[in-house]
């Protein structure tokens, strides 16, 4: 029954090394999101998709590279792992059509980078 | 430049007591301003939100107050419970599928 799950919930993993985060919404909706929250709990949307097209990517380095296999889809890949990218990485998802078009998010992906 | 400035970072309130959270914005085009509730281990989830046409709602003991000239908006917290302890954020947002821009958040502690 989970709207947006995310998997894995944790993960840690070395400096240098390429990890992925998958995450998947059964609300229908058509745009998903990543955003990233760091250590002060700050968060700042990395990409926005509508339909499988990328619509927003915020200055976020190319070493993350997001991809939409179909809408109900989206899944991160980073590469060459950095300290700075740990961080919890949440993907949500809205339909702009309806009602105020809210956000729904997943309940996070923690990322340790050692 | 933070387009949504939320204040204070944290905030200790006694139960019952009233839980008072306010930002401000730059962007005279948003049009959808958000508070969501977080957690500790979970996603953020909407509490309550707010049109630039009205400038008060109210939802069980959540209530928004918005000065459009102002550009400020608060959040108010009445009867705060223990759990209500959570982290809020206030977010604002142009015309729908736009990105939603968050305020740093306040961490909210309801003591017993």
């Known amino acids: 029954d989970t709207a947006v799950s995310q998997t894995p919930k944790y993960l840690v993993t070395q400096m240098g090394n390429d990890k992925s985060i998958k995450c998947e919404q059964n609300?229908?909706?058509?745009?998903m999101y990543w955003y990233k929250q760091d250590s002060k709990k700050f968060l700042k949307i990395m990409f926005s998709?509508?339909?499988?097209?990328?619509?927003i990517n915020e200055t976020v380095p190319n070493r993350f590279s997001p991809k939409s296999p179909d809408k109900a889809h989206l899944n991160l890949h980073i590469n060459s792992l950095e300290l700075g990218d740990s961080a919890v990485y949440f993907c949500?998802?809205?339909?702009?059509?309806?009602?105020?078009?809210?956000?729904?998010f997943g309940e996070g992906s923690r990322l340790t980078v050692l | 430049q933070q387009q949504v400035k939320q204040s204070p970072q944290s905030l200790i309130v006694q139960k019952g007591g009233i839980s008072i959270i306010n930002c401000a914005y730059e962007?005279?085009?948003?049009?959808?301003f958000p508070w969501y509730q977080q957690f500790p281990g979970k996603g953020p989830a909407l509490l309550i939100a707010?049109?630039?046409?009205?400038s008060e709602k109210k939802e069980g003991r959540f209530t928004i107050s918005f000065n459009k000239s102002a550009k400020q908006f608060s959040l108010h917290i009445m009867d705060s419970q223990p759990g209500d302890s959570a982290t809020y954020f206030c977010?604002?947002?142009?015309?729908?599928?736009?990105?939603?821009?968050f305020g740093g958040g306040t961490r909210v502690l309801v003591k017993p």
């Open positions: 949500a998802s809205s339909s702009p059509g309806q009602g105020d078009g809210e956000l729904f």
């Open positions: 609300l229908g909706h058509d745009t």
């Open positions: 998709y509508n339909n499988k097209e990328l619509i």
């Open positions: 962007n005279t085009a948003f049009d959808y």
């Open positions: 707010i049109r630039p046409d009205v």
């Open positions: 977010a604002a947002r142009k015309a729908a599928g736009n990105k939603l821009t």
